[in-house]
């Protein structure tokens, strides 16, 4: 059974940075897809970034296109949200995502607030 640990959310003021990390519990290389999900209070939960994780092929949510940055970590195992200049509207849990063929795993969360 898979899992995936996050880390480092926590309180920044807007137009700040920080830098999530997602750590499976096997290779990076063993999934097709790890993607970053956020869910603000009273919202649904939204796909913020996505990375084909052989190809490295990457897609963004409009919202954050330009500030957030998905990336593989090759040395580290791990695959990283850096996120730039946060807005309030950034605010959320943000949630780890792998996906091998159908099956989906999902991480803890972790939260992130952006004060203004």
């Known amino acids: 059974q898979v899992h995936l640990v996050e880390s480092g959310g926590g309180l920044v003021q807007a137009g700040g940075w920080l830098r999530l990390s997602c750590a499976p519990s096997?290779?990076?290389?063993?999934?097709?897809?790890m993607a970053w999900y956020r869910q603000a209070p009273g919202k649904e939960r939204e796909m913020v970034a996505k990375i084909a994780v052989p190809g490295g092929r990457t897609e963004y949510a409009d919202s954050v296109e330009g500030r957030f940055f998905i990336l593989r970590q090759n040395a580290e195992n791990t695959v990283d949200l850096q996120m730039n200049n946060l807005q309030p509207e950034d605010t959320g849990v943000y949630y780890c995502q792998a996906t091998i063929l159908q099956r989906v795993t999902w991480g803890q969360g972790t939260q992130v607030t952006v004060s203004s």
């Open positions: 096997e290779s990076i290389y063993n999934f097709n897809y």
